[in-house]
C-alpha cells in the first residue's frame, strides 16, 4: 500500500470551510429508481450542441445515441433508458439557470432493455491510442468534475503537449459535495481502472490521485485498491483541505507545484487532471461497455429531509431525485445545482439531472444576509484570493468601467472560486462584480472587432469603388482615343447611320 | 416546484464592517477607563462631543450628498473616529475645539473624499492636526496624572464640566495649578535646555518608561490591541512595522547617545505610539493594502515619528507621520503589487 504523501507546492489564500459532508456520507450511494420520463438536454458538454439522431415516435434502448457531437468540439447523447422518444423541445435546463434549451424527452417503458453493441471490443491495451480516444469519445464522456469539457477532446488536445503526469482529481474541495468522495469509498478499483486506461490513451507513465485530507475512509479504499493492484505507476497523494485546492490550475500547483500560465492549461506545464467520476466512466465505458447515462450527486442542505448520495439516470428531474430521497423540509428557499461557493441557482426543479450536475444543493435564505457597504480596502479578499489578485482594486475598477486596468490587474485570471465574497465584511457580492465585468470585458472585445471587421469591409468596398472608377476612366480614355484615331472617317459613318434613322421616320 | 434565483456564493459571510468597529471600540474600553482614572472626567466630556459631532456630520454629510444617512450611521466608523479623537485631545479641551476636529475629520477628511472607503487620510488624525494647528494652546494644556505623590490641584466633574463648556477654570484656579507639560513636552524641553536625559527623567511626571499614567494608559491600549489580533480584527503588519520603525532608530541612538536620546521605551510608553501602531495606523482605508505595503507603511509612520520626535518642533508626531503615510499609500500599492499566480514576474499585468 502507497503511503499518502504530503510534499506539496504553495497554494496562496483559499479557505478553510466547514465541510457539511457528514450528512450526505451516512449511508451508502443509493439508486434512483428510472423515472416515467427522461428529459436529455442536447448541450451537456461544453462546445456545440449535439444533434438529434432520433424523432419523436421512435423507440430507443438504453445506451443509444440519441444525439450526435457537430462540430469539432462536442459529445454524443445516449438514452438513460429504453423506450419512446415522444418529443424534442424547449424544457427548463440547469445550464440555463431553469430556462429552456432543446431537450430530448423520453417516455420510459420500464423495460431497461440495453442497446446491442457491435461486439467489436477488443482489449484496449491492444488499441492504438489514437483509436482508444475515438472509443472514448463515443461513450459520451465529459469532465464529471462539474466543467464537462468533453474528456476525449480533453485528451487529444493533450496529446499535442509534452505530458508528464496525469492527475486524478478526488479533492472535492465545495462544502457540501460529496459524490466523487463516496465513489472513491465504493468503486476505488474502477476509478484507478480508469486511470490506467487514461494512461494507456496518453502514453505516460506516472499518475497521481489527489485526495483531500478530510476523507480518511476514501484515501484508505483508494490505498487498499492501490495495493491490489500493485502498479507502481500510480502514488496517491493527499493535499491540504482547503477550498479551492479542487480547481484544476489550483491543484496542479499543489500537486505538481507547477504554476500553470495565464490564459493556459495545465497541459503547458505537463500535467493533465481528470476528475475520479470521469476515471471511473471510463472505465465502465471501456470495459462494461457502459456510455455515460448515469452518475453520482449529492442531495444536500438545509432545505433537504434526507442529506445523501445518489446514482440517478441522466435526464431525471431534480423534483423526482430529491422526491426519492424524501422531499423538501419545511422551508426550502433556493435551489442550487453545484456547491455553495459556484453552484447556479434555478429558478424551477423541473430541470433535468445531467452529466455537470454533481449536487443538488436547498438552502435557506437566513443563511446569507447582510447588507452591501462600501469596501473599506481591509484587503482581506486579497489575503483570501487563491491567484493573488486584489479583488479590492479590480471591484473599483469594476466599478469605473475601466478596462484597461480590469486587463492589467488580471481580471481575466479571476477563477471565480468566491472566497473574496466569504470574507468581504463589506458583503459586497465581489465575485458576481466579475464576471459582469468580464463579459463587459469580452462584449468590449466582441464590439471591437466587429467595428474592425465593418472598417476592413469600409476600407475595401473604397478600394474596390476607387479601382472601378480608375477603370471606367481607363475605359473612356482608351475610347476616346480611339475614336481619335479612327479620325473623320469614322465621324461620316456615325452622322450617315444617323441621318439614315431620320429617313426611316 | 420553484425558487427564486439569487447570485454565488451561498454562504454567510462570517464579518461585517458594524461589528469590526463595536469590537475596535470595545477594545478601547479598558484604556479609556484608565485614561478616566489618570486624568478625570474631562474623557468622558470629549467623547461625548466628538461622537456628537462626529455622528452629526456624518448624517450632514449623507444628507447634503444624497444618501440615506442610516447607512453610513450603522456602520459605526464616525464612532470611531470620535474616540480616538477624543484619546488624542487633552484631557481639558473646550467643546468647540473637539467639535471642530470631529466635524473636519468627518465632513471633509472623509465624506469631501467620497465617504467611508475612499478617504486618503486618516479622519481622526486629520481633524487632530487641523485642531492642532488652529488652537495650540488649548491642545497643550494635558493636566497632571493623579499620583498620589504629585503636587496638583485636582478638578471637581463641575470644573471639568464647566472648563469643556466655556473654556474657563474657576476664578480661584490658575492654568498653572491645574496643568502640566507632557512627558514627551518635558523630555523634548528639557533636551533643548541642553540637560541630559537622566537628569530629565527625575521629574517627577516620569514614570518607569514613559510618563507616569501614561504608561498605563499604553498598557491597555496594547492589551486591546493584542486582543484585536487575535479576533483577526486587524492583522500584525502594520502595528510590527510601527513598532520597528520607531524602536530600530530609537535603540541605536540611545545605544549611541544615551545622553540626548531617551530610551526606547520612552518612545514606546512616552506618547501616542502604542494608539497609533494598533488604532490608528490600522485603519484600513486609508493603510496600504498588501502585507508587504502594510509592514512599510508601518515602518515609515514609525520611523517618522521618531524623527518629529526627535528633530521636530512637535513634541510627538503620530498625526503627522500618519497623515504623511497616508501621502504614500498610493506608491506603495503600486510598488507591492502581488504577483498574479500565472504570470511572470515583472508585474505589468502580461503573461
Not at chain 2, 464616525?78 to 474616540?83: E, F, H, Y
Request: proline content about 6%; glycine content about 10%; hydrophobic content about 45%.
Amino acid at each position: 500500500m502507497t503511503a499518502p504523501t504530503y510534499d506539496l507546492g504553495n497554494l496562496h489564500g483559499g479557505l478553510r470551510l466547514p465541510g457539511h459532508k457528514a450528512a450526505s456520507t451516512a449511508e451508502p450511494i443509493r439508486d434512483v429508481p428510472i423515472p416515467s420520463q427522461l428529459i436529455l438536454p442536447i448541450t451537456q458538454h461544453v462546445g456545440d450542441p449535439a444533434q438529434p439522431v432520433v424523432g419523436a415516435g421512435d423507440r430507443v434502448l438504453k445506451g443509444q445515441v440519441v444525439a450526435e457531437p457537430d462540430g469539432t468540439l462536442g459529445a454524443p447523447v445516449h438514452a438513460s433508458s429504453s423506450g419512446k422518444v415522444v418529443a424534442i423541445e424547449p424544457w427548463p435546463v440547469s445550464r440555463r439557470y431553469g430556462d429552456s434549451a432543446p431537450c430530448i424527452i423520453i417516455e420510459c417503458d420500464g423495460e431497461d432493455r440495453a442497446f446491442e453493441t457491435d461486439g467489436r471490443w477488443e482489449d484496449y491495451l491492444s488499441l492504438q491510442p489514437a483509436d482508444l480516444l475515438l472509443r472514448i469519445l463515443d461513450g459520451g464522456i465529459v469532465g464529471l468534475g462539474g466543467a464537462v469539457f468533453p474528456t476525449a477532446q480533453k485528451l487529444m488536445q493533450a496529446r499535442t503537449c509534452k505530458i508528464e503526469t496525469l492527475i486524478l482529481n478526488g479533492v472535492e474541495c465545495e462544502p457540501y459535495i460529496s459524490c466523487d468522495d463516496m465513489l472513491m469509498r465504493e468503486r476505488a478499483a474502477e476509478i484507478l481502472s480508469g486511470a490506467q486506461i487514461l494512461m494507456h490513451a496518453m502514453q505516460i507513465e506516472s499518475c497521481f490521485v489527489a485526495v483531500e485530507s478530510d476523507k480518511p475512509d476514501a484515501l484508505h479504499s483508494l490505498g487498499v485498491a492501490l495495493a491490489e493492484l500493485d502498479d507502481a505507476r500510480l502514488v496517491l497523494k493527499q493535499v491540504p483541505t482547503i477550498y479551492p485546492s479542487g480547481g484544476e490550475d489550483q491543484l496542479v500547483q499543489l500537486v505538481a507545484n507547477r504554476e500553470v500560465p495565464s490564459g493556459g492549461l495545465p497541459t503547458d506545464v505537463g500535467c493533465l487532471v481528470q476528475n475520479v467520476g470521469t476515471a471511473a466512466a471510463v472505465h465502465d465505458w471501456i470495459i462494461n461497455h457502459e456510455p455515460l447515462i448515469s452518475r453520482v450527486t449529492t442531495v444536500a442542505g438545509d432545505g433537504i429531509v434526507n442529506p445523501m448520495n445518489v446514482r440517478a439516470r441522466i435526464g431525471t428531474t431534480i423534483a423526482d431525485v430529491v422526491e426519492f430521497t424524501g422531499g423538501y423540509a419545511e422551508r426550502a428557499d433556493h435551489l442550487i445545482i453545484g456547491g455553495p461557493m459556484t453552484g447556479k441557482s434555478m429558478s424551477t426543479d423541473r430541470v433535468p439531472l445531467v452529466k455537470a450536475t454533481n449536487s443538488i444543493l436547498v438552502v435557506l435564505k437566513t443563511s446569507f444576509q447582510g447588507r452591501e457597504l462600501p469596501c473599506i480596502r481591509c484587503g482581506d479578499c486579497a489575503a483570501v484570493c487563491p491567484v493573488q489578485l486584489l479583488p479590492q482594486q479590480l471591484f473599483r475598477y469594476a466599478c469605473a468601467d475601466n478596462e484597461a486596468k480590469l486587463r492589467e490587474f488580471g481580471l481575466i485570471d479571476c477563477i471565480e472560486c468566491g472566497c473574496c465574497d466569504l470574507v468581504c465584511p463589506s458583503h459586497i457580492p465581489l465575485t458576481a462584480n466579475f464576471q459582469i465585468a468580464k463579459s463587459r470585458i469580452q462584449e468590449l472585445a466582441d464590439e471591437k472587432a466587429r467595428a474592425e471587421r465593418a472598417r476592413r469591409r469600409f476600407e475595401a468596398r473604397n478600394e474596390r469603388l476607387e479601382h472601378e472608377k480608375q477603370q471606367r476612366e481607363a475605359e473612356l480614355a482608351r475610347q476616346k482615343e480611339s475614336a481619335k484615331q479612327a479620325g473623320p472617317a469614322a465621324i461620316a459613318e456615325i452622322l450617315k447611320r444617323k441621318q439614315q434613322q431620320g429617313e426611316e421616320d | 416546484m420553484e425558487f427564486a434565483r439569487r447570485q454565488s456564493p451561498y454562504w454567510s459571510a462570517r464579518v461585517a464592517v458594524p461589528s469590526l468597529m463595536l469590537q475596535v471600540l470595545a477594545a478601547l474600553v479598558p484604556a479609556a477607563i484608565a485614561h478616566v482614572w489618570f486624568f478625570g472626567p474631562g474623557f468622558i466630556f470629549n467623547l461625548l462631543i466628538a461622537s456628537i459631532f462626529a455622528v452629526g456630520g456624518e448624517w450632514l454629510a449623507m444628507h447634503v450628498r444624497k444618501r440615506p444617512p442610516e447607512v453610513a450611521l450603522s456602520d459605526y466608523t464616525a464612532l470611531v473616529t470620535a474616540a480616538l479623537l477624543a484619546f488624542a485631545v487633552p484631557s481639558l479641551t473646550p467643546w468647540w475645539v473637539t467639535a471642530t476636529g470631529a466635524l473636519f475629520a468627518i465632513v471633509v477628511a472623509k465624506h469631501l473624499y467620497g465617504g467611508l472607503g475612499f478617504n486618503i487620510f486618516n479622519p481622526a488624525m486629520a481633524g487632530y492636526v487641523v485642531i492642532l494647528i488652529a488652537f495650540p494652546m488649548h491642545l497643550n494644556l494635558w493636566i497632571a496624572p493623579r499620583m498620589g505623590d504629585i503636587d496638583y490641584q485636582y478638578l471637581t466633574v463641575l470644573q471639568t464640566l464647566t472648563y469643556t463648556l466655556t473654556g474657563s477654570l474657576p476664578d480661584t484656579l490658575g492654568f498653572d495649578a491645574v496643568s502640566r507639560a507632557t512627558p514627551l513636552d518635558v523630555m523634548k524641553s528639557g533636551l533643548n535646555g541642553m540637560r541630559t536625559v537622566s537628569e530629565i527623567r527625575t521629574n517627577p511626571i516620569m514614570g518607569d518608561f514613559g510618563g507616569r499614567g501614561w504608561e498605563w494608559i499604553g498598557n491597555f491600549l496594547a492589551i486591546g490591541g493584542f486582543w484585536l489580533l487575535i479576533k483577526k480584527i486587524i492583522r500584525w503588519h502594520i502595528p510590527v512595522g510601527v513598532g520597528v520603525g520607531l524602536l530600530l532608530p530609537a535603540t541605536i541612538m540611545y545605544f549611541v547617545d544615551p545622553g540626548s536620546h531617551p530610551s526606547p521605551g520612552f518612545h514606546l510608553f512616552g506618547g501616542a505610539a502604542i494608539l497609533c501602531a494598533f488604532f490608528v495606523a490600522t485603519d484600513p482605508v486609508s493603510a496600504a493594502t498588501s502585507p508587504k505595503g502594510r509592514l512599510i507603511f508601518g515602518f515609515g509612520i514609525g520611523f517618522l515619528i521618531f524623527c518629529i520626535r526627535t528633530w521636530g518642533s512637535y513634541a510627538d508626531g503620530v498625526a503627522f507621520a500618519v497623515l504623511l503615510m497616508n501621502m504614500a499609500v498610493p506608491a506603495i500599492d503600486l510598488v507591492t503589487r502581488p504577483r498574479i499566480v500565472g504570470h511572470s514576474n515583472d508585474g505589468d499585468g502580461t503573461p
